[in-house]
């Protein structure tokens, strides 16, 4: 096993470097925004000059640009995000925002991977019939389907049509109280909180298992196709074994492969994903304030999303890369 | 190849080589998609749309960026009510019950018949959200008699001569009046003039004249269509300070005899206020009617906001003289009118303009030679020539109006030619040789056959709204459209033929003041001969996104229209144009950089391919979309930038791939042979191995093709978009701007499967390629 630590660390220091890149790169994006973070100030006649300079210099604006990049990097990596323009610490929206977008994107992800799994084992097993061309239709069209577009049918059919779930919003008590009186009447009571969340997260996380497991099915499938075709797989079938045995423990094993690869690249889609859902359907996560704050310019909020982002999608690619690791005997040995 | 048995023609270049080699990549390209079901079922998906993408101009029902017009956006509605029949009616004359910044109230319609001097007034109440009639939300009707309501002793002489609705005031105590049961009249009958409350019957002035008026009016911002609000002031003397006003001014003149009444009327609830006054009368010939203006906001404390440049009774003398008396009766000045340097006289109403500033009336002037419109500056009482039309043939009607002072509107009618000609102008500044001063430029000028017989403007809505001789309304666009040209668009609003008038009614809140939403606007007519009065909407209820249908200006929209009016089918069709743009510019750049790139690190090795393969590393992991929607934030969104930056932020995994094919290829044994005869790197990378990873750049550019589509679709329906051009996403995007629109399934629906539908069959040809040339590329 020491070989595999080696691995997680060697792997670690990569994403701190890519980090440090990334990070860089947010600062330049941050620096070519037009205008100076002192626009605000120096709009306002009633502010004067002498404390615009103050400002500016507390602030390290008057800096050489290494060390203006130096210090946000610094910031950056302990977290240090300031204040958004609206007075908040940007930390605090982080914290609220990020365990939601958490709840949501994770529980799609869990969810996509396992349909995905599933089902392109399952098709890839009935090669050639019916089932498998109407399944593999199906997901082409959904691979190809704009999310916010589905986001948009799912909200026409099941909100605005049929009234079941609510408009948007990550939490609405009073859509609680009047659609499903199941969940109480006491809006603290944790029972009522959990469907309170969990019925604002179903659109979104439907609309994102819709999409997304279309690819993870049509990857299962081709990649257990190839390792159907392998000899371990007619041997093991010669040694007499059941096909199910065979499809369980030989192929599908082998075929998570790919699949768990494919996590690395499908993260940063699904990040992106979520931006667009989030403002569909008003889910008051990370994807939600990065927009807000692009729109309103709010540099700091904006950059200080953009890295968490940018650390959730690296530590993903870690951690499935040391998956990867657990899975693969030839990496475990 | 080729290149072998050719020996006695000269040996073909590099370049041309290359060309060979991707025609032959084309043609192989196509044999193998044949191959695949799939692939076939794609091709065929992306010729079609792109037949579509082609014929665009030829196949969309209507131009590019065409909006439905007005006719069909809005539902005009109108509502009769019955009026007392076997009476012969006047124009009806509509007033707001409670002073003007206060939403709460209603507008009071009057309607009466001039022989038996009986008045009708009807209430009308907002009620477009309870879609109902306006007529109908309240019963307080009152009817009056004019010879027995009021209890005068003599009663009023006979026939009514005009009716005039006093609009009541904010007093000095804060006190408004009821928001419905309020309001006074003012009328000329037979020789006598009366101001009264109506609600209490009380007649609080009254006056007979020695003559029976033919021309009678009251100073326009009293009048029905104000947007000053009547309000008492506080005139002090030392330290004493009383209350005076709120006046409102009446004039009557037979051309020779002219008489000017001061009302004073507070409200429903002050009645101890309320009292009038003859202020002045004249024995002197008039050339036209004469006139009262009263603009409390240029008035000063003078002689009790009697005096100042915002008021004065305005006399046009047959004498080619213009008299300005105060309104308190003194005589300011005698103004010689001129048209371009030659004497004229006033030949119609005198126009006025509403806000403080310029205060400024306009005289319409005839000379011997041309008639035209003139300015008479307030401040200065000077006169300055805005335009002439050449002849004398030329009649004003009604009033010239200017809302804001920097714009005006006045009609014409030519007899000889008969045709009524609407000039509209707006007032620019120029520089002059004395300085800064006003220069009025014709902003529209239109001829419309036969005599306008009534007309007003709607400030809201930029229109002016004018009964036409054939009795059909029109409107008439009056904001500078950049050709002189104006068409009136018909009004979907038909008056019987019996009707001669059409009046302005604001808003029935009561109010008429501040930003109105356009949809709350009427206009009212009452037809004289069948005894009905209706009100009808002057925009109406917005109706889109309309569904599939054909249309009231005969117009069908096959897939409905959006908010805007805009069709469907035809931003769906360009919105192809847009896809292949998006799609095959930023796929070709992204698979040609990760070619490249691709290339040269597999081709080269060492600390070049290190470098190139680390920062395709940070590029893999950067989340895509965030740093998209921050790029296109900085610059200014347009369809290129889009473009460029999907591309450079597009290449990282075909560079993976093409690296590790480059890889292989290097050490395959062509290769070596190619470089043991000599061949120089570029020759080696552009001859031997490029040709032989395209058919991967190949394939994944079909593949990045959706991919970039579906991008563009994201930042368009975001609002990132490139708002000068309609995309699918755009469409998308203004759905949810509009999320009252979601109902619209002909809206949603159709940009979300063309871009499916189109990125489907790049997806597919990609699949195609995939399953037939290399199914090892599967293992991605």
């Known amino acids: ?333 | 190849m080729s290149a072998s048995d050719s020996a006695g023609r000269p040996a073909p270049s590099t370049g041309q080589l290359v060309l060979q080699r991707v025609g032959q990549l084309a043609r192989k390209s196509w044999s193998t998609l044949r191959q695949s079901r799939l692939g076939m079922i794609g091709f065929v998906i992306v010729v079609l749309f792109a037949l579509i993408a082609i014929l665009a101009p030829v196949i969309a029902p209507y131009p590019r960026l065409y909006l439905a017009p007005d006719v069909d956006r809005f539902q005009n509605k109108a509502y009769t009510l019955d009026l007392p029949a076997n009476l012969t009616y006047a124009e009806p004359v509509l007033g707001p019950t409670t002073p003007l910044s206060n939403a709460a109230g209603a507008m009071w319609e009057l309607n009466y018949n001039r022989t038996a001097g009986i008045i009708y007034m009807n209430p009308l109440e907002y009620a477009v959200g309870f879609n109902e009639s306006p007529f109908l939300s309240s019963n307080y009707t009152r009817t009056i008699d004019i010879t027995q309501y009021f209890k005068l002793a003599p009663p009023p002489g006979l026939p009514m001569v005009s009716l005039y609705y006093v609009v009541p005031s904010t007093l000095l105590n804060g006190s408004l009046g009821p928001s419905l049961l309020n309001g006074g009249i003012a009328f000329f009958s037979g020789q006598d003039f009366v101001a009264a409350d109506p609600f209490s019957a009380n007649a609080f002035f009254r006056d007979r004249m020695n003559f029976t008026p033919t021309w009678t009016g009251e100073d326009p911002l009293a009048a029905g269509d104000l947007l000053i609000a009547p309000a008492q002031r506080s005139s002090c003397f030392g330290i004493i300070c009383t209350p005076v006003g709120p006046y409102q001014y009446f004039y009557a003149s037979n051309g020779t005899e002219t008489v000017v009444y001061e009302v004073q009327y507070g409200n429903a609830w002050a009645s101890s206020i309320d009292t009038g006054s003859r202020v002045f009368s004249l024995n002197v010939t008039l050339s036209a009617p004469p006139f009262v203006y009263y603009n409390p906001s240029g008035v000063t404390s003078a002689d009790a906001y009697r005096s100042g440049p915002g008021q004065g009774i305005f006399l046009p003398l047959a004498n080619g003289t213009l008299e300005v008396a105060d309104v308190t009766g003194t005589v300011r000045a005698f103004v010689p009118l001129t048209l371009d340097g030659a004497p004229a006289t006033v030949v119609g109403n005198i126009g006025y303009t509403q806000a403080q500033y310029p205060l400024r009336l306009y005289l319409p002037l005839r000379s011997a030679t041309a008639s035209g419109m003139a300015y008479l500056d307030l401040n200065t009482l000077t006169l300055g020539t805005m335009y002439t039309l050449p002849g004398t043939g030329w009649q004003p009607l009604g009033h010239t109006f200017s809302r804001t002072g920097s714009d005006y509107f006045s009609a014409w009618y030519n007899a000889t030619s008969n045709d009524t000609y609407f000039v509209g102008a707006t007032q620019v500044n120029a520089t002059t040789a004395s300085g800064i001063s006003y220069q009025l430029v014709p902003q529209f000028q239109v001829h419309i056959p036969g005599r306008v017989l009534s007309y007003f403007y709607s400030f809201e809505q930029n229109r002016v709204f004018f009964l036409g001789s054939d009795h059909r309304i029109f409107s008439l666009m009056t904001v500078y459209s950049g050709s002189s040209a104006v068409t009136p668009d018909e009004f979907p609003v038909f008056p019987p033929t019996g009707v001669q008038s059409i009046e302005y009614g604001g808003s029935f809140h009561g109010t008429l003041y501040g930003s109105l939403s356009t949809q709350e606007l009427w206009g009212v007519w009452t037809d004289p001969v069948t005894a009905q009065t209706v009100a009808f909407q002057l925009q109406g209820s917005v109706r889109t996104p309309l569904p599939p249908g054909s249309y009231p200006s005969g117009n069908t929209y096959l897939w409905g229209t959006d908010f805007f009016g805009g069709d469907i089918l035809t931003e769906w069709i360009y919105g192809t144009q847009i896809a292949f743009l998006v799609g095959l510019l930023a796929a070709f750049f992204s698979v040609g950089i990760g070619t490249l790139v691709g290339v040269i690190s597999g081709y080269y090795g060492k600390t070049l391919d290190t470098l190139l393969m680390r920062t395709t590393d940070v590029f893999l992991v950067l989340p895509f979309l965030p740093i998209v929607l921050v790029l296109i934030s900085i610059v200014s969104p347009s369809i290129w930038i889009i473009i460029l930056v999907i591309a450079i932020l597009g290449w990282p995994g075909i560079a993976r791939v093409i690296r590790s094919q480059v890889l292989s290829l290097k050490e395959r044994p062509f290769v070596d042979a190619a470089r043991v005869s000599g061949a120089s790197d570029l020759r080696l990378v552009f001859l031997h191995i490029a040709p032989n990873v395209l058919p991967f750049s190949f394939l994944y550019m079909s593949l990045n093709v959706g991919g970039a589509i579906i991008t563009e679709a994201a930042l368009s329906f975001l609002g990132f978009g490139d708002p000068t051009v309609t995309s699918w996403g755009g469409m998308l995007s203004n759905l949810l701007t509009f999320s009252g629109a979601l109902h619209a399934w002909w809206w949603l629906l159709p940009p979300g499967l063309g871009i499916t539908f189109l990125s489907l069959g790049f997806y597919l040809i990609g699949r195609g390629f995939d399953e037939i040339i290399n199914p090892r590329l599967r293992r991605r």
């Not at chain 1, 205008?35 to 390290?60: M, W």
């Not at chain 1, 029972?191 to 997304?212: G, N």
């Not at chain 1, 990370?286 to 959730?312: K, N, P, V, W």
């Open chain 1, 1 to 333: 096993m020491a070989s595999l630590g080696r691995y997680i660390v060697r792997r670690l220091i990569q994403g701190l470097l890519t980090l440090f890149i990334v990070t860089i790169i947010i600062f330049l994006l941050w620096k070519a925004q037009p205008g100076s973070p002192l626009d605000g100030l120096r709009g306002n006649p009633t502010i004067p000059k002498q404390t615009i300079a103050y400002v500016a210099s507390e602030y390290g604006l008057n800096d050489p640009f290494w060390i203006q990049m130096y210090k946000y990097i610094v910031n950056m990596f302990t977290f240090q995000f300031g204040e958004s323009i609206t007075g908040v610490p940007v930390i605090s929206i982080i914290q609220q925002a990020l365990p939601r977008t958490l709840l949501l994107f994770g529980g799609a992800v869990v969810i996509e991977y396992m349909l995905g799994i599933l089902v392109g084992r399952y098709i890839a097993w009935k090669r050639g019939s019916a089932v498998e061309g109407g399944v593999i239709m199906t997901s082409l069209f959904f691979f190809n389907m704009p999310s916010f577009w589905i986001g948009l049918i799912l909200l026409y059919i099941f909100a605005f049509t049929i009234p079941i779930f609510d408009l948007g919003h990550f939490q609405d008590a009073s859509f609680v109280l009047k659609h499903y009186p199941w969940a109480g009447t006491d809006p603290s009571s944790l029972w009522f909180q959990f469907v309170d969340v969990a019925s604002h997260a179903v659109l979104p996380m439907l609309t994102l298992v819709l999409i997304s497991s279309a690819g993870t099915i049509l990857l299962m499938q081709t990649s257990m196709l190839e390792v159907m075709g392998e000899d371990f797989i007619l041997t093991a079938k010669a040694k007499g074994l059941s096909e199910r045995i065979v499809r369980k423990r030989h192929a599908a094993r082998n075929a998570y492969l790919p699949v768990v690869t494919s996590i690395v690249i499908a993260l940063g889609f699904v990040v992106g994903g979520a931006i667009i859902l989030e403002q569909i359907f008003s889910y008051f996560g990370m994807g939600y304030y990065l927009l807000t704050s692009i729109e309103t310019q709010d540099r700091f909020l904006a950059g200080a999303i953009l890295f968490m982002i940018s650390l959730l999608v690296i530590a993903g690619n870690i951690v499935a890369d040391i998956l990867y690791g657990v899975l693969d005997p030839r990496v475990r040995i």
